[in-house]
Each structure stands twice: as C-alpha cells, then as structure tokens.
C-alpha cells in the first residue's frame, strides 16, 4: 500500500525506513528527496513508499501498473500494456498528469537507462521481483538529482545484499479470455573473503500472451462513433452495438437517441472509389456513363463493389464501412529476459566498492487492422477487370480532368492529361489478404554502475565530522529494433494497377481479388532502429559541517557530469513517405553533456522548548552548465521547513524550483514539412476588422511589398507550407513547486499515522510547437502581438518578390518553449494497526488488523497551451477528452484491510477513481465560450466513478516456501464506453480493460 516515508513494509508508523542502500537500520538513512543522512525519516517533501509486500499482494508482474494505481500518478496513455502504438512497446511513469519525460526514474539513488530520443526509463527493465520498495517523490527535486525531476523522482530501492538461493513463479489468468502471463524469477547470492563481500545474480523471465480487442468482446469489439440511434426502423443509424442509449435525450424528430453506434474506415475490403464528380455534378455523357454501370445514384462516398468485382454500387456509410476494432491488441505480448547482479567489497574497513549491473532483451508487439490506401490512383480507362461499362465510366472520367493531374505515389510521381487513357481515381481500399500490420519492438538494454564509497573520518570534533564520500560511473546503452510487417508500398502499388506492354493489371483491387502474387508485388515490410546511451560520473561528500546547539548541521556536497546521445534511423522506403500503414518517420540523432556542481544543508534551529520540539530548516543547490545554446548555465534550488510542534504534531513545507532540458528528440527531431490550410492575415483572405494600419506595419517590416498588403498577390492560394520539428535553441522547462502538510502521531495510540499535504506545481515553457501551429502562429505576430521582432514574426519566411509563403520560403514552426501548466490538490494518507485477542484455530490464538489509505482530492489541472495567450486556458480537472487526455478526477484513492495471523494474511483492497465529464463541455463552459454546448446534446457526456475490489492473500509454509495469491476486480467491472477514449473505446491506460484477473505464486528460498 502506497504510504508516506515513515511507513513501509509493515513497519509502525515511527519506525525508520531502511537505508537505501543496505546498510544497518539503526545507523542514519538517507530518504528519496534528499542526500543527506538522518536518524528520522520525516522529510519537508512528503515521500510516498511502495512497499515490497504491496507490489507482491498487488499481483502485477510489471512495475509500471503497480505506479499508475497510485493517486499521484495518470495512466500513461503511450507507455503501458494497453497502448498499442507503433513505436511503442514500454512502459513508464506519468507523476501528476505531467508527462513521463518531467518525471525521472532512479535505481538506488542514480539514474537508470533510457531509451530512444526522448530520454525516458523503460520500466520494462525493472524485475517486480527485485524491488525491495519504491519511494516517490512528486514535486521539483531538480536541486538534489538534475534536469527532468519537474513533477518529482521515482526511486526503486533494490534487494541488493542477499544469501542463499531463492526461486520465485506466478501465474496470472484473466476471467473473460484465459490468457496466462507468467513470470519467474532466479535468485542467487552469498558472501565471500570471509564476509567482506557480497555478489547477488538474479535472473527473470516473463511472458505475457496477447488478448486483441476482438478476443474482448463487449464494449472492445467495435468501433465506435457517437450518433443518433433510430428504434425500430432499418435507418442506416441502427448499424449494431450492444449498448443503450440514454433515455430521454432525442436527437432527431423522428424520435432517435443520443448513443454509440458502430463506426469504421470507409476504407474497405471490396475497394471505396471516389474523388469523382457526384451524379448531379457531372456532365450529361458522364452521367449517363454512371447510370449504365448502376451508379445513377453516387454520391461523395464513391462507389464500391460486390465480392466477385462484377457489379459496383454507391457506397453507403456505416453498413459498409470496415471494423477497425477486432485485430488490434488490447494487451501487447511481451516476452523479458534479464539479469541483473549486484555485488560489493569492502576493501578496507572505511572503503567499500560496488557494482550493479543490467542486462534485458524485451520484446513487446503490436498489432492493428490491415493496411488501408486511399490517394488518388491512376488506371488505365480499357482496365481489363472492368465491366465494359464502368470502363466507359473511366474514359467520361479521363475526358472531364482539369488537365494536367499529377498524380503522387510515395517515391514516384505521373503526370496525367486529358484524353490520355488515364483515369485518376481515389481508391481507398483496405487490404486484408496482405495480413494485420505488425510491429516489433525489440529492446536490448545493458546498464552497468561502478563506485567506491567509504569514510572519510572528521577534520576536527566540531567542524566538518562524520564525513563519507561516494564516487561512481554508469553508462547506460538501449538498442532498440522496431520491425514493420504487412504495410503497403505507395509505389509498388500504382506500378502493380497499370498495364505494362499491354498485359493485364498485376492487381485487381475490385471486389475480393487480390490473389498472392498481387498481394506479394505490394506489400512491404520495415526495419527501424534506435540507440540511446547515457553515461553519468558523481562524486559527492556528506557529513557535519558542524554543531548547533539545537543539533549537528548535516551537509552534502558534489560535482556531476552526464551525457546523453540518441540516434533514430528509419527505414528508407519509411522515411521517403512510400510506406502506406505506418507513420514515416525523419533520422534523428544528437547528444547533450551537462557540467553540475550541488549542495545541500539540513540545519537544526530549534529543539526542546515549549511548541518547538524540533525545528529544522533545509536548502540545497544546483548550478547546470549545459552544452545547449539555449539553456547555457542555469541554478536550480530548493528550502523547506520540517516544525515539530510535539511528539504528536509536525508542520512541514517546502518551496523547490526545477527545471527540464530539453531532450534529444525536442532538440535534433527530423524535420517534417507540412503543407496546409491557412490564413495570412497580410493577404485580403483574412475578416476586413483585421486589415488596419498597425497590421500593415508588422506585414512590411517581415518582407511583404506594400502595395500588396491585403490583396491577393500575397497568398494567391489558401495553401502554405511549414517546418516542423527539432529546435536545437530550445531553451530549458521551469517549474515552481509548493508543499505544506500536517503529519500526526498522536501519543495516546502510537499506531496512528495521518498526514495531509498540500502540493502546487507551476510548470513555464513547456516544450510545444511553434505557437501552437501555424495559424496560431500568424495570428500572434500579426493580429495579437504585432511585433516584428518576436520569435512568431521571425518564424515566419516570405519570398522578398511577392511577400508569400511559398516553397522555399517556409514558416518555420519549430519546437518552442510555448506553453503552461499547472496542478495543486491535498494528498491523504492514513495508518492504524488494530490487535486482535482471536486469531485462527491451528495457526495462532491472536491477530491483527491494517488499516491503511492514500487518497488525493485535485484542486486545479490547468493547461496554457501558449503562454501569449494567458486567458486561453484549458481547465482540466473532473475531466476526460481530446484536449485534456486521461481521465483526471477530482478523488482519485487506494485503501487496504489486511488481516494478519501468524503466517497467514488475508488482505482487501479498494480501487477508487472518481466521476468525470467530457473536456468538450467542460472547457469552453470554463472559458465562458458563447460556443460551450448544451450538456445534453453530447454522447455520455460522463464516466462514472469507478470502485475496483482486490482479493489477495499470502501464507509462509515455513521459513522457505510461501504462496500468495489473489484476484483483482473480483466484481468483473467492465470500464466505462466513450467514443474519446485512445483505445478500446475507453482509457485503457486508467481503467481496468480485461475484468477479473486472478494470480497464484510461490517462492522458495534455500
């Protein structure tokens, strides 16, 4: 159960944690959130801890659920089981909705391995079964650990001192589909030159099967969209889902509903041909044409065909469109090896060395619906798998082009004329026989840290005492191959539609007849690969600068040096854009180095007077000389108060600043030129209140001709291009965090443990595009801030002739640091052990109860998506949608009862993730849009609140076999259905997806 730092593993509330890193309970330990020593574990930054007992009673094999049930975390939407993206395939942590890359992960105290450009910990890497505890912080500790601690620092504390052989298996089994995960677990370790030194190997193997939506049923099966379901007619509106729609909310005058009804690509099987004129718009021959071939009545949608491609018809939507839901996973096979070792030797008795090292092969895959193309497509007009009238419909097509068409296909264009016996076409076609896309990814991490720590002694009695030192190198290397399977090739495909020397077609794309040869001539498969390595060298001293009268002033000082580097290269057929099915992705590859110099203090002010029990003051440092042009040197710092007013009461409270570099990705990400609808506002395009002198200003002082300001010789077409992509000036993330709380151990009932805290995180210059976009960014230099020195005017290129954005004079909407955001809310949490005078026949005559709980009430989440626009704020909390992401409730709470006799604990645990309403009325009501609409006129506008039961329990045979076991949402919760949810038709990554899910484990110990 998550609780603070003064609660783990079963320990009374007042006992000390363990020290970090093993070493004696009774000396000083060092608590997350600090580097210094102390012989208290309370701390100005509240510390959650879960323990190894929670993670094991919880039943997850991966770390990264056990996290996100916690209150202070979200659902991780792209890094958890559920996510289902391609690339994927990890698993992080997302501290206060924030996002995983303004959170950091550390093992014993130090940086763990990355991956990929944007710098993230897999959690993939951290064996459930290794972790001895982890204890989070959420709030800025950039001061104490570095960049990217914005919402806080996840410390997995590891069993890293152990003797003997233990062997450890567990099972998981989901009600509704059967699927096994297994897990086991290898452990080995002893000490050797007479005690002096200790050597631990573990070993894990994991396989967790895939569960694909289909496989799901219920609420998974389909893909749903919202809509107006009509009873008891054959309206197309009536197409199936299972669900009811709320009552009494009309939509139509014909008496529809408001629900969910099934939805789909209009990209399907048979082929949906359109891009073409509608009946009514056509000409009197094409028209005619149309009505030979039975399309007398096309419309927008095209036309498709019956199975054998013999006859076409109007394609009709949703009864035709194609079911995205069944082939893709709603969990992702996995399939871990690792090792990891820890070993360490004490040279002398005041010099010890150490060692941790990792190594894992993680293979995790992903698998979506067949591949779909649709772009405009040349055929030959005489195409021989054509009925003679619809061939005739391709030679009235060919006759009534706008001349000439040029006609794209990834990495080969054509251009077509009049008359030419070329027909263009959109054909949109989802090719099944190719096989579902599949994507691997397949992750290759080694991790190796090697230190030396020791005592250096005293200078003197009282000054500079009890002084330690720590020195260590890690270097970190993830190689990360993502294989791409069953896409299509633009150009393949074109080349396979058009007859070569007067043969047939390769493909016949009409109906079902894609044979293999067809199938073999298009499909093409991708290999993209990634390396990321880190490297990180400290040296630190801790110890008594000197004495107060109130106590010893501890300090702890150091230097740090870190590097990171990652290199992304695609697929070329992926990178040029031929790929259909997969998204293309830009060669990527930089580094950034960091030169740190810290220091912290812990000064006792007061102790043992009347309402002062103890006072003690905290402040640390950190001063950052980064190898960034845009960051540069940059200090970061904290203070903090710890007020124990009495053995009973203790006021505690902190302010930190932290900050974030930006990360190899943000920096060096490929470029991508995107062409799109805008308005210029110096053309004659944009509303007649905006065409004023202070405009025309700013137009002419960023290359636009005078005389044509506001005409359409600027932007003859509502077309411009822009970059987007990397910035390498980027400048860092800043963020301000406040915590005050109240923590209680009363005296009358030492058992007693509650504490309440306050957090209130401020975050400037996130990390975005450009203004937001380009739009954003034209109206920001021209209509709101109308100076030509600012960095939206400056983005903005013109060709010096005519002052348009054309090629190659391009708006350049890099990343920026653009944005805002900013949370605050109460965190709960309680204890109390209750001794029992009954316990269970045969195993003992007395028992006990624990009670514990973690609760967080969210005050405020608010988003500015840009900081030149401060009134525009997305308000976020009790919300859920495409703007505000994961569900984030207003209650969000973890509670467990735990009975315990002797060797036996039976435990139950309470899930709770409060209601929430869709951010698409939430935000514009919160905006006070005139534009917010009625709360009836939307799908399910709520979630309900969700309540999740845990069964668990854990029995010791003897002092070396144990079994435990248990099962989660014993009351098979289906979650709550929206059609805004990123998979499944529902936030796979915040609500339970796969129901009932029972474990069963035994470990052995030798």
Same mark, same amino acid.
């Given at each position: 159960?998550?609780?603070? *730092?003064?609660?783990?593993?079963?320990?009374?509330?007042?006992?000390?944690?363990?020290?970090?890193?093993?070493?004696?309970?009774?000396?000083?330990?060092?608590?997350?959130?600090?580097?210094?020593?102390?012989?208290?574990?309370?701390?100005?930054?509240?510390?959650?801890?879960?323990?190894?007992?929670?993670?094991?009673?919880?039943?997850?094999?991966?770390?990264?659920?056990?996290?996100?049930?916690?209150?202070?975390?979200?659902?991780?939407?792209?890094?958890?089981?559920?996510?289902?993206?391609?690339?994927?395939?990890?698993?992080?942590?997302?501290?206060?909705?924030?996002?995983?890359?303004?959170?950091?992960?550390?093992?014993?105290?130090?940086?763990? *391995?990355?991956?990929?450009?944007?710098?993230?910990?897999?959690?993939?890497?951290?064996?459930?079964?290794?972790?001895?505890?982890?204890?989070?912080?959420?709030?800025?500790?950039?001061?104490?650990?570095?960049?990217?601690?914005?919402?806080?620092? =996840?410390?997995?504390?590891?069993?890293?001192?152990?003797?003997?052989?233990?062997?450890?298996?567990?099972?998981?089994?989901?009600?509704?589909?059967?699927?096994?995960?297994?897990?086991?677990?290898?452990?080995?370790?002893?000490?050797?030159?007479?005690?002096?030194?200790?050597?631990?190997?573990?070993?894990?193997?994991?396989?967790?099967?895939?569960?694909?939506?289909?496989?799901?049923?219920?609420?998974?099966?389909?893909?749903?969209?919202?809509?107006?379901?009509?009873?008891?007619?054959?309206?197309?509106?009536?197409?199936?889902?299972?669900?009811?729609?709320?009552?009494?909310?009309?939509?139509?005058?014909?008496?529809?509903?408001?629900?969910?009804?099934?939805?789909?690509?209009?990209?399907?099987?048979?082929?949906?041909?359109?891009?073409?004129?509608?009946?009514?718009?056509?000409?009197?021959?094409?028209?005619?044409?149309? *009505?030979?071939?039975?399309?007398?009545?096309?419309?927008?949608?095209?036309?498709?065909?019956?199975?054998?491609?013999?006859?076409?018809?109007?394609?009709?939507?949703?009864?035709?469109?194609?079911?995205?839901?069944?082939?893709?996973?709603?969990?992702?096979?996995?399939?871990?090896?690792?090792?990891?070792?820890?070993?360490?030797?004490?040279?002398?008795?005041?010099?010890?060395?150490?060692?941790?090292?990792?190594?894992?092969?993680?293979?995790?895959?992903?698998?979506?619906?067949?591949?779909?193309?649709?772009?405009?497509?040349?055929?030959?007009?005489?195409?021989?798998?054509?009925?003679?009238?619809?061939?005739?419909?391709?030679?009235?097509?060919?006759? *009534?082009?706008?001349?000439?068409?040029?006609?794209?296909?990834?990495?080969?264009?054509?251009?077509?004329?009049?008359?030419?016996?070329?027909?263009?076409?959109?054909?949109?076609?989802?090719?099944?026989?190719?096989?579902?896309?599949?994507?691997?990814?397949?992750?290759?991490?080694?991790?190796?840290?090697?230190?030396?720590?020791?005592?250096?002694?005293?200078?003197?009695?009282?000054?500079?005492?009890?002084?330690?030192?720590?020195?260590?190198?890690?270097?970190?290397?993830?190689?990360?191959?993502?294989?791409?399977?069953?896409?299509?090739?633009?150009?393949?495909?074109?080349?396979?539609?058009?007859?070569?020397?007067?043969?047939?077609?390769?493909?016949?794309?009409?109906?079902?007849?894609?044979?293999?040869?067809?199938?073999?001539?298009?499909?093409?498969?991708?290999?993209?690969?990634?390396?990321?390595?880190?490297?990180?060298?400290?040296?630190?001293?801790?110890?008594?600068?000197?004495?107060?009268?109130?106590?010893?002033?501890?300090?702890?000082?150091?230097?740090?040096?870190?590097?990171?580097?990652?290199?992304?290269?695609?697929?070329?057929?992926?990178?040029?854009?031929?790929?259909?099915?997969?998204?293309?992705?830009?060669?990527?590859?930089?580094?950034?180095?960091?030169?740190?110099?810290?220091?912290?203090?812990?000064?006792?002010?007061?102790?043992?007077?009347?309402?002062?029990?103890?006072?003690?003051?905290?402040?640390?440092?950190?001063?950052?000389?980064?190898?960034?042009?845009?960051?540069?040197?940059?200090?970061?710092?904290?203070?903090?108060?710890?007020?124990?007013?009495?053995?009973?009461?203790?006021?505690?409270?902190?302010?930190?600043?932290?900050?974030?570099?930006?990360?190899?990705?943000?920096?060096?990400?490929?470029?991508?030129?995107?062409?799109?609808?805008?308005?210029?506002?110096?053309?004659?395009?944009?509303?007649?209140?905006?065409?004023?002198?202070?405009?025309?200003?700013?137009?002419?002082?960023?290359?636009?001709?005078?005389?044509?300001?506001?005409?359409?010789?600027?932007?003859?077409?509502?077309?411009?291009?822009?970059?987007?992509?990397?910035?390498?000036?980027?400048?860092?993330?800043?963020?301000?965090?406040?915590?005050?709380?109240?923590?209680?151990?009363?005296?009358?009932?030492?058992?007693?443990?509650?504490?309440?805290?306050?957090?209130?995180?401020?975050?400037?210059?996130?990390?975005?595009?450009?203004?937001?976009?380009?739009?954003?960014?034209?109206?920001?230099?021209?209509?709101?801030?109308?100076?030509?020195?600012?960095?939206?005017?400056?983005?903005?290129?013109?060709?010096?002739?005519?002052?348009?954005?054309?090629?190659?004079?391009?708006?350049?909407?890099?990343?920026?640091?653009?944005?805002?955001?900013?949370?605050?809310?109460?965190?709960?949490?309680?204890?109390?052990?209750?001794?029992?005078?009954?316990?269970?026949?045969?195993?003992?005559?007395?028992?006990?109860?624990?009670?514990?709980?973690?609760?967080?009430?969210?005050?405020?989440?608010?988003?500015?998506? =840009?900081?030149?626009?401060?009134?525009?704020?997305?308000?976020? =909390?009790?919300? %859920?949608?495409?703007?505000?992401?994961?569900?984030?409730?207003?209650?969000?709470?973890?509670?467990?009862?735990?009975?315990?006799?002797?060797?036996?604990?039976?435990?139950?645990?309470?899930?709770?993730?409060?209601?929430?309403?869709?951010?698409?009325?939430?935000?514009?009501?919160?905006?006070?849009?005139?534009?917010?609409?009625?709360?009836?006129?939307?799908?399910?506008?709520?979630?309900?609140?969700?309540?999740?039961?845990?069964?668990?329990?854990?029995?010791?045979?003897?002092?070396?076999?144990?079994?435990?076991?248990?099962?989660?949402?014993?009351?098979?919760?289906?979650?709550?259905?929206?059609?805004?949810?990123?998979?499944?038709?529902? %936030?796979?990554?915040?609500?339970? =997806?796969?129901?009932?899910?029972?474990?069963?484990?035994?470990? %052995?110990?030798?």
């Amino acid at each position: 159960m998550p609780a603070v *730092a003064q609660t783990a593993d079963g320990l009374s509330p007042e006992a000390p944690l363990p020290a970090a890193d093993g070493a004696d309970t009774d000396a000083d330990i060092i608590v997350t959130g600090s580097r210094i020593a102390r012989p208290e574990t309370d701390a100005s930054t509240p510390v959650n801890v879960v323990g190894q007992e929670e993670i094991k009673l919880s039943g997850n094999v991966n770390i990264e659920k056990t996290l996100a049930q916690i209150p202070q975390a979200i659902g991780s939407q792209f890094g958890s089981a559920t996510s289902n993206t391609v690339p994927g395939g990890f698993a992080d942590v997302n501290l206060r909705g924030f996002g995983a890359t303004r959170n950091l992960v550390l093992v014993n105290g130090r940086r763990y *391995a990355i991956y990929g450009p944007e710098q993230v910990t897999d959690l993939n890497t951290i064996p459930s079964s290794l972790v001895k505890r982890v204890e989070v912080v959420t709030g800025g500790s950039s001061a104490v650990y570095g960049s990217d601690a914005i919402t806080g620092v =996840v410390n997995f504390i590891m069993r890293d001192d152990f003797e003997g052989v233990e062997g450890r298996a567990q099972l998981n089994l989901d009600r509704p589909t059967g699927t096994p995960v297994y897990t086991f677990d290898l452990t080995l370790g002893g000490n050797f030159a007479e005690g002096r030194g200790n050597l631990v190997v573990s070993g894990n193997y994991l396989k967790r099967n895939s569960i694909t939506r289909g496989e799901r049923g219920s609420f998974a099966f389909l893909s749903l969209n919202d809509g107006c379901v009509v009873r008891g007619t054959s309206s197309p509106n009536t197409a199936g889902t299972p669900f009811t729609p709320p009552a009494g909310m009309g939509c139509v005058a014909g008496g529809g509903e408001l629900g969910f009804v099934a939805g789909g690509s209009g990209d399907i099987p048979n082929g949906r041909f359109s891009g073409i004129p509608t009946f009514a718009a056509a000409n009197p021959a094409l028209q005619s044409a149309y *009505a030979a071939a039975g399309l007398g009545q096309v419309g927008g949608r095209g036309f498709t065909f019956n199975d054998a491609g013999t006859a076409a018809r109007p394609q009709i939507s949703p009864q035709d469109d194609f079911n995205l839901g069944p082939d893709n996973y709603l969990i992702q096979p996995q399939e871990r090896w690792m090792i990891n070792s820890f070993g360490h030797y004490d040279f002398t008795d005041s010099i010890t060395g150490y060692m941790e090292l990792h190594y894992s092969n993680n293979v995790v895959n992903a698998r979506l619906a067949p591949t779909n193309v649709g772009a405009p497509t040349l055929f030959d007009v005489n195409n021989p798998y054509l009925t003679p009238q619809l061939q005739e419909v391709l030679r009235q097509l060919d006759l *009534a082009e706008i001349d000439p068409i040029t006609v794209a296909a990834g990495t080969s264009s054509r251009t077509t004329t009049r008359g030419d016996g070329l027909a263009v076409l959109t054909a949109g076609r989802r090719y099944a026989e190719v096989g579902a896309r599949m994507a691997s990814e397949r992750r290759n991490v080694f991790r190796g840290a090697w230190g030396l720590r020791g005592d250096i002694g005293s200078l003197s009695e009282n000054a500079l005492s009890d002084l330690k030192f720590d020195v260590y190198y890690t270097y970190a290397r993830s190689e990360n191959t993502l294989k791409l399977s069953n896409a299509i090739s633009r150009s393949r495909l074109q080349a396979s539609l058009l007859s070569v020397g007067g043969a047939a077609p390769v493909c016949n794309i009409f109906g079902q007849n894609i044979d293999d040869a067809c199938a073999s001539a298009i499909a093409i498969n991708a290999t993209n690969t990634t390396v990321a390595t880190q490297q990180v060298a400290q040296a630190s001293v801790t110890g008594t600068l000197f004495n107060l009268p109130a106590g010893p002033v501890g300090f702890s000082t150091g230097v740090e040096w870190r590097k990171t580097s990652a290199e992304f290269s695609p697929d070329s057929f992926l990178a040029s854009g031929d790929v259909a099915g997969f998204n293309p992705g830009l060669p990527t590859q930089g580094s950034t180095s960091v030169k740190e110099v810290f220091g912290e203090v812990r000064i006792p002010l007061l102790s043992d007077i009347r309402f002062i029990d103890s006072l003690t003051a905290n402040a640390a440092f950190r001063y950052s000389d980064y190898s960034l042009s845009g960051v540069g040197g940059v200090w970061t710092y904290l203070g903090g108060l710890d007020w124990k007013i009495s053995p009973d009461i203790t006021i505690r409270g902190q302010y930190q600043r932290a900050i974030r570099a930006p990360n190899v990705n943000e920096l060096f990400g490929g470029i991508t030129r995107v062409v799109g609808v805008a308005t210029d506002p110096c053309s004659d395009r944009g509303p007649a209140s905006q065409q004023t002198p202070a405009v025309r200003a700013v137009c002419v002082a960023t290359g636009v001709p005078n005389a044509a300001v506001f005409t359409r010789d600027v932007q003859p077409e509502p077309i411009m291009p822009a970059d987007f992509g990397g910035n390498p000036n980027l400048g860092e993330e800043k963020s301000d965090t406040y915590t005050l709380g109240v923590v209680l151990t009363p005296r009358f009932d030492r058992r007693l443990f509650i504490s309440v805290d306050y957090f209130n995180i401020g975050l400037e210059g996130a990390v975005a595009s450009l203004g937001g976009g380009l739009q954003n960014t034209l109206n920001l230099c021209y209509v709101v801030l109308q100076d030509a020195n600012s960095e939206f005017c400056q983005a903005i290129r013109r060709n010096p002739n005519s002052g348009g954005i054309t090629d190659p004079f391009v708006a350049q909407i890099r990343n920026a640091n653009t944005g805002m955001l900013k949370t605050s809310g109460i965190d709960i949490a309680a204890r109390y052990r209750l001794d029992l005078d009954f316990g269970f026949p045969g195993l003992g005559s007395a028992s006990n109860l624990t009670f514990q709980t973690n609760w967080t009430w969210l005050n405020e989440f608010t988003s500015t998506p =840009v900081a030149a626009f401060p009134n525009i704020k997305n308000k976020c =909390v009790g919300s %859920f949608g495409p703007t505000c992401g994961q569900p984030l409730p207003r209650w969000r709470g973890t509670s467990r009862i735990t009975w315990e006799v002797e060797d036996l604990s039976l435990s139950v645990r309470h899930r709770y993730l409060g209601p929430v309403t869709t951010d698409r009325y939430l935000v514009p009501l919160r905006q006070g849009s005139a534009a917010t609409p009625a709360l009836d006129s939307i799908v399910y506008p709520r979630l309900a609140a969700q309540n999740y039961i845990d069964l668990s329990f854990n029995y010791d045979v003897n002092e070396n076999i144990q079994f435990f076991g248990g099962a989660n949402n014993v009351f098979n919760n289906n979650p709550p259905i929206t059609t805004q949810g990123p998979n499944a038709n529902t %936030f796979s990554a915040t609500y339970d =997806v796969i129901g009932t899910e029972f474990f069963l484990g035994a470990s %052995f110990k030798f």
